[in-house]
């Protein structure tokens, strides 16, 4: 059996970020996945320039190091499709140069971004990397700390502090940490991969679709090396329990029927499976932590409400759960008291980022604002700069839940 201070549980970007800053401050950890590299994992794949700052943050020479991987691409925005048929083209940076500039985001599928993670953590010594263990069961100690077993109940790992960070169906979060999924907060999504869809952007912007008989869903197709495609679809759980939606069988009858999709997808190929998954939506403050324990990213539902996005969110609070286990040695204090710090500091970066998403959101119940809004922006430079802006800047995003800023867009 294992003896160690600080195991974390999962090696995807919220546990490799948190054993990665663990290495750089010196202090050894055990990293523990159930499966062994490279791994598949149901994702959109992209990475968000979120996600390039918090590369930077591990250390200045990664985002380089992944620029130079052939399984990327470099992404320079995104196109929204209104309800209505109007396209608004959101860049990253705006004006930017992309033969000069680097990429504020890439795409790239999860079984090469995860694997460029583990790869980092393979070099440093400070970690310990057990792949292929599956710890299953929990018992917490009555002096503090957990002991991990396997399905058959063969005790496996003893650890002070666990770093949770096992994904969105971690039996730690539910059966332990107490999280619940609600349909109101919690997402499905498919995901498929084909090659040869037609009309790609040529500067990889990624595509949201926002059909007005699939609302409050989206479609979205972004490119991949090769000429592949990651197509897929999400939808609130509560929506399609009360619409009685089969996901699958929707996405296909979109591709097969709708206009915009019936041309570019002609002589598409589907690759393999459609693969399913399920994203807990950080749309209301959950606790993230207790007595010896912390959540990181969709184990702590984390996830973007409007966008999805999870990588960047699970590195975030993988460097603050990082901060924070470093504290708890220096203490010696484990407490679910002391813990809190942690989820301040977490919320502290990403509540307000996760309210006005939630907003975001449900402006879906509205497609005549959205065509509106993307109308004027298709052909105001200035109204889309300032769209632009809002995927970067959360002062201007602020804007998005002010009743005047909807009047000046509709009426100026």
């Not at 010196?26 to 990293?31: D, Y």
């Not at 990253?92 to 000069?100: G, Q």
């Not at 286990?325 to 204090?333: F, M, N």
Request: proline letters at 4%; glycine letters at 10%.
């Amino acid at each position: 059996m294992y003896k160690t201070e600080i195991c974390i549980l999962g090696a995807g970007p919220g546990g490799t970020t948190a054993a990665l800053h663990l290495a750089q401050m010196g202090i050894s950890c055990l990293l523990v996945d159930r499966a062994v590299f490279p791994r598949d994992k149901v994702c959109g794949d992209a990475l968000s320039g979120k996600v390039v700052n918090e590369l930077r943050r591990i250390s200045d020479e990664l985002p380089g190091l992944f620029s130079q991987q052939e399984e990327q691409l470099p992404s320079w925005g995104i196109h929204f499709v209104s309800p209505g048929g109007q396209k608004l083209s959101v860049p990253f940076k705006y004006n930017y140069n992309r033969d000069v500039d680097s990429p504020a985001g890439y795409i790239s599928k999860r079984l090469h971004f995860d694997n460029f993670l583990v790869e980092q953590v393979k070099q440093r010594s400070e970690i310990t990397l057990l792949e292929g263990v599956e710890l299953a069961k929990y018992e917490q100690l009555s002096g503090g700390g957990f002991i991990l077993s396997g399905k058959e109940g063969e005790p496996q790992v003893e650890a002070k502090l666990l770093i949770v960070a096992n994904g969105a169906q971690s039996g730690f979060a539910r059966h332990v940490a107490g999280l619940q999924q609600e349909p109101e907060h919690y997402c499905a999504g498919l995901r498929a991969y084909y090659k040869g869809v037609q009309d790609l952007d040529g500067d990889n912007f990624i595509e949201l679709h926002f059909f007005k008989d699939f609302l409050p869903g989206y479609f979205w197709v972004f490119p991949l090396p090769g000429g592949f495609a990651n197509v897929g679809v999400g939808m609130l759980s509560s929506a399609i329990s009360s619409k009685k939606i089969n996901l699958k069988k929707e996405m296909l009858r979109m591709i097969e029927t709708h206009p915009e999709l019936q041309k570019r997808f002609a002589n598409a190929e589907l690759v393999g499976d459609i693969k399913g998954y399920g994203l807990p939506l950080g749309s209301k403050k959950r606790s993230l932590s207790g007595d010896n324990y912390m959540l990181v990213g969709d184990a702590g539902a984390l996830i973007d409400p409007f966008t999805g996005e999870g990588v960047s969110n699970a590195m975030i609070s993988g460097r603050w759960a990082a901060t924070q286990a470093a504290l708890c040695l220096q203490h010696q204090d484990f407490s679910a008291s002391f813990m809190q710090a942690y989820d301040k500091a977490v919320y502290n970066r990403l509540w307000k980022e996760l309210r006005l998403s939630r907003q975001m959101q449900k402006l879906l119940n509205y497609p005549w604002l959205f065509n509106q809004i993307a109308d004027k922006a298709s052909k105001n430079q200035a109204l889309a700069k300032t769209i632009s802006c809002m995927f970067n800047d959360l002062d201007l995003r602020e804007k998005l839940k002010q009743p005047s800023f909807y009047f000046k867009l509709l009426f100026n």
